[in-house]
């Protein structure tokens, strides 16, 4: 598995209308999508903290391909949808350990 995150900072004032727009996003762009086995957005519990997007992928080539998609470059375009929202961005990724995973 490969996991994506990206911190999303969005004044108080714009975050209903960027969870809004980016569950249309989720909707319209993410259906289908080879590999991707769940999307998430994690909403701040307090003003100062940014939104989280988790996106879990099969393989890191995976996620790659949808970044180089035009669906991606689509869903993000600057002056549409969630993009004009956002004051500031921060994107992550990472490899689980198996071994430090625990399920219940």
């Given at each position: 598995?490969?996991?994506?995150?990206?911190?999303?900072?969005?004044?108080?004032?714009?975050?209903?209308?960027?969870?809004?727009?980016?569950?249309?996003?989720?909707?319209?762009?993410?259906?289908?999508?080879?590999?991707?086995?769940?999307?998430?957005?994690?909403?701040?519990?307090?003003?100062?903290?940014?939104?989280?997007s988790v996106n879990e992928f099969d393989t890191e080539e995976d996620f790659k391909a949808w970044v180089a998609s035009a669906s991606f470059k689509e869903a993000h375009?600057?002056?549409?949808?969630?993009?004009?929202?956002?004051?500031?961005?921060?994107?992550?990724?990472?490899?689980?350990?198996?071994?430090?995973?625990?399920?219940?």
């Amino acid at each position: 598995m490969f996991v994506a995150t990206n911190r999303l900072f969005v004044p108080a004032e714009r975050a209903e209308e960027f969870e809004a727009h980016f569950r249309e996003n989720m909707r319209t762009f993410l259906p289908g999508v080879p590999g991707l086995r769940r999307s998430t957005l994690l909403r701040p519990t307090r003003p100062d903290q940014p939104y989280v997007s988790v996106n879990e992928f099969d393989t890191e080539e995976d996620f790659k391909a949808w970044v180089a998609s035009a669906s991606f470059k689509e869903a993000h375009r600057r002056n549409a949808g969630i993009a004009r929202h956002v004051t500031g961005n921060a994107v992550e990724t990472f490899q689980p350990s198996e071994d430090l995973v625990l399920t219940r």
